[in-house]
């Protein structure tokens, strides 16, 4: 499978970063580069994250750093959609029930 990271999930990771580049830059870059290499393991074990409750999108939890990627299957193509702190709760449900951003 091929990783493909859609707009919303860039600009989702963008914003992460700038909010930790402007607290705590020594972590920012790795706070980056780690949910990358998580979302991009997804080419290999797609499936082992759970689904969100009545929908077509998988929950990809990081344990290191508090944060959700929620990510669809599309043929031979894991679309990372969003990137969201794990205490964003009310943000997310939004997303998917509006299926905001998704490009």
Excluded: C, F
Excluded at 65 to 89: L, N, S
Aim: net charge positive; charged share 30%; no cysteine.
């Amino acid at each position: 499978m091929e990783v493909i990271w859609l707009r919303s999930a860039l600009a989702d990771l963008y914003e992460i970063r700038e909010y930790y580049e402007a607290r705590a830059p020594k972590i920012a870059r790795d706070i980056a580069l780690h949910l990358r290499d998580a979302a991009n393991r997804l080419e290999i074990t797609p499936y082992n994250a759970p689904k969100w409750p009545g929908s077509d999108k998988y929950k990809l939890v990081i344990t290191r750093y508090p944060y959700i990627i929620t990510y669809r299957i599309r043929g031979e193509q894991v679309q990372v959609i969003w990137v969201d702190h794990a205490a964003q709760e009310g943000r997310r449900q939004n997303r998917l029930r509006r299926g905001d951003n998704i490009s």
